[in-house]
């Protein structure tokens, strides 16, 4: 089955390249309905899930969920109840998911650890989109309507926690080039030219595994 995965800097515009991308090859695209498939199945909301998605825990959430994990007296079952999602649990249901879509059919994966996740396959073509950080905060600021120093904020603090969620759960870098097949700067290309790239290089590559499954 061929895939996709398409992992980005805040900022980059990765999920309009992945959206080309899937629309071109006419595959599905995984992208924000990851986060309401997990938060199905976990019970939580949509925007619980997304304010945990790729961002490491506080030392105090961390503190927390290991006492409640190592101690079932220590917490109330109410209070219990109104814990988050540990981490792993999220990694796990997500993983879930994305197998899941990847059983269905040919898809294109937007970030969520899909490259690691789905590292070990040979059906996989693996994209890092990244662009300078001027042109970052430029894209962050038009598109969340942002001061340049709030954008600046966002764009930094993002993918420093995308980076140590890589790390922490899957023991790789997140921004190395070598753990990818294609790594684009998307300000030099342009989103369309950086999604064309991703097509052809999927045809050529991928092509002929996906006729013959």
Same mark, same amino acid.
């Given at each position: 089955?061929?895939?996709?995965?398409?992992?980005?800097?805040?900022?980059?515009?990765?999920?309009?390249?992945?959206?080309?991308?899937?629309?071109?090859?006419?595959?599905?695209?995984?992208?924000? /309905?990851? &986060?309401?498939?997990?938060? +199905? *199945?976990?019970?939580?909301?949509? /925007?619980? &899930?997304?304010?945990?998605? +790729? *961002?490491?825990p506080s030392m105090v959430e961390r503190l927390a969920s290991a006492m409640a994990l190592s101690s079932q007296e220590w917490l109330s079952p109410m209070a219990d109840a109104k814990l988050p999602p540990s981490d792993e649990r999220l990694v796990e249901v997500t993983r879930r998911v994305v197998e899941e879509a990847v059983a269905r059919g040919p898809v294109v994966v937007v970030g969520r650890g899909a490259q690691s996740m789905l590292a070990a396959r040979s059906d996989a073509l693996h994209v890092f989109c990244y662009a300078p950080r001027p042109a970052l905060i430029a894209r962050a600021v038009e598109r969340d309507k942002v001061s340049p120093e709030e954008a600046a904020k966002l764009v930094d603090g993002t993918n420093k926690h995308r980076e140590e969620w890589v790390r922490k759960h899957w023991s790789r870098s997140w921004r190395a080039h070598e753990n990818y097949h294609l790594s684009l700067d998307t300000e030099w290309f342009g989103i369309r030219q950086a999604a064309d790239l991703v097509v052809q290089v999927a045809r050529e590559r991928l092509g002929e595994r996906e006729r013959s499954s």
């Amino acid at each position: 089955m061929a895939i996709i995965t398409i992992s980005r800097m805040y900022g980059s515009g990765g999920s309009e390249v992945a959206k080309l991308v899937a629309e071109e090859l006419d595959w599905a695209l995984l992208d924000n /309905a990851v &986060v309401d498939a997990v938060a +199905e *199945r976990i019970g939580a909301t949509p /925007a619980e &899930v997304a304010s945990r998605e +790729e *961002r490491v825990p506080s030392m105090v959430e961390r503190l927390a969920s290991a006492m409640a994990l190592s101690s079932q007296e220590w917490l109330s079952p109410m209070a219990d109840a109104k814990l988050p999602p540990s981490d792993e649990r999220l990694v796990e249901v997500t993983r879930r998911v994305v197998e899941e879509a990847v059983a269905r059919g040919p898809v294109v994966v937007v970030g969520r650890g899909a490259q690691s996740m789905l590292a070990a396959r040979s059906d996989a073509l693996h994209v890092f989109c990244y662009a300078p950080r001027p042109a970052l905060i430029a894209r962050a600021v038009e598109r969340d309507k942002v001061s340049p120093e709030e954008a600046a904020k966002l764009v930094d603090g993002t993918n420093k926690h995308r980076e140590e969620w890589v790390r922490k759960h899957w023991s790789r870098s997140w921004r190395a080039h070598e753990n990818y097949h294609l790594s684009l700067d998307t300000e030099w290309f342009g989103i369309r030219q950086a999604a064309d790239l991703v097509v052809q290089v999927a045809r050529e590559r991928l092509g002929e595994r996906e006729r013959s499954s």
